[in-house]
């Protein structure tokens, strides 16, 4: 049987009375990638800050594999595994690409002295190049870099921390069409290395990336399963209705 790598149980934050996230139960599976999806407000991103530990949880558990991390601080649930892209860019722009990298992996040597003699930092950097496609623009200086291709060097930083779980709030968020499709090819790479959890409003890239989807609704799971499930799910086309709808 595949194990739990986040459980979520009974999940809960109250804003002075107002339940943004009420009750969310969820079990995320190791090398698992899930889609949150929801209507603006649904309280994804809140979710999503009180796994990080942003925002403190005021009902519920959380645990990551065994350990129980409820209500930990930020920077010690970062350690316990669980990394986020934040909008806020860690990029260097005056720094290279590859030196980009190197930096963030200097941060955490500890993930290169675990992965035992032999085995180089400049082997894991061009190994995260490949993954997040900008091998070509390893020597380019990060300024220059598009909106997109710095996106995926922010994920290229997140990756050289090894984190066991990965949160991506609207990776694809300003991308043009092409970008956000190679953004799901960065995706589908990740997929099986990362316990990867994307909240996501384009259908066309969750279609591309997706296996299960937990839809949120007023703070609540409402539905959780395939694209197709989900699509066809009528709790789900009646939450969308009045918002820009699923597709
Ligand atoms: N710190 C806070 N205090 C009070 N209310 C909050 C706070 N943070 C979020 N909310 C409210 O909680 C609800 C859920 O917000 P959240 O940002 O999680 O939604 P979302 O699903 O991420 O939406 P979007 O798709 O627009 O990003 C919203 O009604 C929001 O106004
Ligand atoms: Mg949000």
């Known amino acids: 049987m595949a194990q739990a790598a986040l459980t979520i149980d009974g999940l809960s934050v109250d804003f002075e009375g107002f339940k943004a996230v009420n009750g969310v139960s969820m079990i995320v599976e190791d090398g698992e990638l ?14 999503m800050d009180l796994i990080s530990g ?18 930990w601080e930020e920077h010690k649930i970062a350690r316990a595994g669980i990394g986020r892209k ?9 720094l290279t690409v590859r030196r980009n990298l190197e930096v963030a992996s200097c941060k955490n040597p500890g993930v290169f002295a675990n992965l035992g003699f032999g085995f180089s930092a400049k082997a894991k950097i061009d190994e995260v190049l490949e993954l997040i496609g900008l091998t070509e623009e390893a020597g380019q200086v990060a300024a220059y870099l598009s909106h997109g291709q710095t996106q995926w060097l922010e994920l290229g930083l997140l990756i050289t921390q090894d984190p066991k779980i990965i949160l991506l709030d609207e990776p694809t968020a300003g991308m043009t069409q ?3 499709h190679k953004t799901s090819l960065i995706v589908n790479n990740l997929k099986g290395r990362h316990t990867i959890i994307v909240v ?24 959780e399963g395939s694209v ?12 969308y209705l009045g918002s820009k709808g699923i597709t």
């Open 34 to 47: 899930r889609v949150l999806l929801g209507a603006n407000g649904a309280g994804k991103t809140t979710l």
């Open 54 to 71: 942003k925002t403190k949880s005021t009902g519920g558990r959380v645990f990551v594999h065994d350990t129980e991390i409820t209500n």
């Open 86 to 94: 934040f909008q806020i860019p860690s990029v260097f722009k005056e």
């Open 178 to 180: 092409a970008e956000t």
């Open 200 to 223: 996501e409003h384009d259908m066309a890239f969750v279609r591309e990336i997706a296996e299960r989807i937990t839809v949120l609704h007023l703070g609540q799971v409402l539905a």
């Open 228 to 239: 197709a499930e989900i699509e066809n799910d009528p709790k789900v086309r009646a939450a």
